[in-house]
């Protein structure tokens, strides 16, 4: 359960960001145009060394947008992520790496993830042929594309880190519009991505999802999530909607359904004229539909959260 986006409004004075990401935000701008200052002189950023240290949601937005425009980089979110040092999420990364499974990491890392920000709602799908990692956002505007970035590059960062294992997404998709150049985004992330999808979010099989981590540690588990588990409990439960009851669905009366075999999560990108369809392997479960003329942004999106595999005739 995730607070709410009134709750979280209220809750000292306004949304608020673990401040734990800032200081490599900061190295890295410093790192590639050697003047940070705009960033440093935003309010709240006077403590970063605290280890508890929140700051501003607004001054948090902030600095990332001018970190984007000082540096003129368009990928910063992946940069950032990729420059994060072993433990620099905290406690979190430890309850993710004493994790049994990734999957029970990942699931980790999405239950903890409104104590690294107040308009965080991640959430886990997961069945027996994947694992979709969701970051919602609950904020009253639109979270800057570099954040949505940074916060899937960080997980498949963190992911590839504790198996020892180069894991590459089955697919990754971002609601923002494409980049004038993805190069990073694809170097990176190394499987299919998609922009303008409507919905920030990371598919992975079921065979990564299940890899063991060598980390794996039940005692220390224990005591890293009854640590969590403090601030996450002073948090009162958010609507428990699943996000596909938040989406309206987009479609042409001419098209139907299918039923096929199970699965967990369905993106399906349409547009209002001519339909090709694209199928990923059979053990996954995402299908896309997409109009050949829009290969990167879809004129509309449908995210379908069902029992079974439903394919477009």
């Known amino acids: 359960m995730m607070p709410s986006a009134d709750v979280r409004s209220r809750r000292r004075g306004g949304p608020t960001v673990q401040a734990w990401a800032f200081p490599h935000l900061i190295a890295w701008v410093e790192s590639q145009c050697g003047d940070a200052s705009p960033i440093r002189r935003l309010p709240g950023l006077d ?57 029970s990491g990942l699931e980790r890392l999405a239950h903890y993830g409104c104590v690294l920000s107040d308009r965080v709602a991640a959430r886990i799908d997961a069945n027996d042929h994947g694992l979709g990692l969701i970051v919602g956002d609950v904020g009253g505007s639109p979270l800057h594309h570099a954040r949505a970035e940074f916060a899937l590059a960080m997980a498949l960062k963190l992911a590839r880190d504790v198996t020892g294992f180069e894991i590459v997404p089955v697919q990754v998709a971002f609601s923002h519009d494409r980049p004038n150049d993805t190069a990073e985004h694809r170097r990176f992330f190394r499987g299919p991505i998609r922009f303008g999808a409507g919905t920030n979010t990371m598919l992975l099989s079921a065979a990564d999802a299940a890899r063991t981590l060598p980390g794996a540690d039940a005692a220390l588990s224990a005591i890293v999530r009854r640590r969590l588990d403090g601030p996450l409990s002073k948090a009162p439960p958010a609507d428990s909607a699943p996000l596909s009851a938040r989406v309206r669905p987009e479609t042409s009366s001419s098209a139907t359904w299918t039923t096929s075999a199970p699965f967990c999560h369905v993106w399906a990108f349409a547009a209002s004229r001519t339909r090709t369809r694209t199928f990923l392997p059979p053990a996954m479960s995402c299908f896309a539909a997409t109009d050949p003329t829009l290969p990167e942004t879809p004129a509309s999106t449908i995210i379908c959260h069902l029992p079974t595999w439903r394919t477009w005739t």
């Open 47 to 103: 403590a970063l060394d605290r280890p508890d240290a929140r700051i501003p949601e607004a001054t948090a937005d902030a600095a990332w947008r001018l970190a984007e425009s000082l540096t003129r980089d368009e990928a910063i979110g992946v940069h950032v992520a990729e420059s994060l040092p072993r433990g620099g999420l905290d406690l979190i990364e430890y309850a993710v790496r004493s994790s049994a499974s990734l999957g």
